[in-house]
């Protein structure tokens, strides 16, 4: 069964550091996602991206938050200078047009630690 | 703000009875809903979505939609040990694909064998 994949699957990094994680969505997919979830905290939506581009963004997904689908295949989240509060699990997803279009589908997640 | 609110439980039920999951949500204007399961440390796992008022089955969940009440909610029939879990509820407000899902905080389901 075709799935979101996602690496790394545990990034540590010092505050200040330009981090890149990357996903591969399903295959057939059109539509991407940036969720993050801080520990103990619900899932919280950062950005949408469709034909390259972003669809949707919320306020969390500021300056220091960008995007890219650098290929065929690849999705990628960049924070250009981390803070400790950006310490969480960063979950790819994607979904439609085919199937079920509105339902989104998660990768395992990269957990990000911030030190 | 959109608010999409659950029980945090924990929720506690024995094996082989019917756990039943509930969310409000506050925004008249939503349009899909979903439910997720998360395990410890994981990530959340589609279970359902429903659309339309009413009920929706899939083998073992139930899932119940009145958008009058702004009110959905989830039922697990014949409950096992392995669907203990974190329940996320997640609303859209476009009835379109690639709209950002809301989520709940979860409620944690401890199904005792």
């Known amino acids: 069964e075709p799935e979101v994949t996602q690496t790394p699957s545990h990034q540590v990094t010092q505050m200040g550091q330009e981090v890149i994680l990357r996903c591969v969505p399903i295959?057939?997919?059109?539509?991407f996602y940036w969720y993050r979830q801080i520990l103990g905290q619900k899932v919280e939506f950062l950005v949408s991206f469709y034909n390259n581009e972003i669809s949707e963004k919320s306020e969390i997904f500021d300056d220091q938050f960008s995007v890219e689908r650098p290929d065929g295949s690849n999705f990628t989240l960049k924070i250009r200078s981390t803070k400790l509060e950006d310490s969480a699990m960063y979950f790819c997803a994607s979904s439609g047009p085919s199937g079920a279009p509105y339902e989104q589908y998660f990768g395992p997640g990269t957990r990000l630690t911030v030190t | 703000q959109k608010e999409v609110e659950q029980n945090s439980g924990p929720l506690s039920v024995p094996e082989g009875a019917i756990a039943s999951l509930n969310c409000t949500y506050s925004?008249?204007?939503?349009?899909?809903f979903f439910w997720y399961r998360q395990y410890s440390g994981k990530s959340p796992e589609l279970i359902m979505s429903?659309?339309?008022?009413g009920d929706k089955e899939d083998g073992r969940f139930t899932a119940q939609l009145n958008k009058a009440s702004q009110y959905v909610s989830l039922l697990i029939r014949d409950s096992q040990p392995s669907d203990s879990a974190t329940y996320l509820c997640a609303v859209t407000l476009q009835p379109t694909t690639g709209n950002q899902f809301y989520f709940g905080t979860g409620t944690s389901l401890t199904v005792i064998p």
């Open positions: 925004d008249r204007g939503s349009q899909s």
């Open positions: 429903i659309y339309s008022n």
């Open positions: 295959s057939n997919h059109l539509y």
